[in-house]
């Protein structure tokens, strides 16, 4: 099991910026990917942002989806089982709940793990 504790969402104008951090706690060691999904309100969850682990190929994939790049950026502390979402230039759009996820390959068959979710709000 992997828990979450999320963090840093809010209101804001659009145009600003907020930061997103969550940190996992549990059988982290078996986390491969850390992500970012986002459900706006009447809609689906959808994919914000995504992070591996660095392996022996070289450094972390990241993805975002294409209505937050250049705009929005994800790290991670790995050492510290976090994951951040560094948001700019905020648009009323990006008004949702965000939620952390993890992926693990601890099994056989992977799981997925969500966090409680944080209320992000852009609105003038």
């Known amino acids: 099991q992997v828990h979450f504790v999320e963090s840093g969402?809010?209101?804001?104008?659009p145009g600003g910026s907020l930061r997103l951090s969550c940190a996992?706690?549990?059988?982290t060691i078996c986390i491969s990917a850390m992500a970012w999904y986002r459900q706006p309100p009447g809609?689906?969850?959808e994919l914000v942002a995504r992070m591996t682990n660095s392996g022996f190929a070289g450094a972390a994939i990241i993805?975002?989806?294409?209505?937050?790049?250049?705009?929005?950026?994800?790290?991670?502390?790995?050492?510290?089982?976090?994951v951040f979402l560094q948001m700019n230039s905020l648009k009323p759009?990006?008004?949702?709940?965000?939620?952390?996820?993890?992926?693990?390959?601890c099994t056989a068959d992977?799981?997925?793990?969500w966090g409680q979710g944080?209320?992000?709000?852009?609105s003038s």
């Open 63 to 82: 993805n975002y989806t294409a209505s937050v790049k250049g705009r929005f950026t994800i790290s991670r502390d790995v050492a510290r089982n976090m």
């Open 118 to 122: 944080t209320q992000v709000t852009v």
């Open 93 to 105: 759009e990006d008004t949702a709940a965000y939620y952390c996820n993890a992926e693990t390959d």
């Open 24 to 27: 996992a706690s549990g059988d």
């Open 110 to 113: 992977g799981r997925n793990y």
């Open 43 to 45: 809609k689906e969850r």
């Open 9 to 13: 969402g809010g209101l804001m104008q």
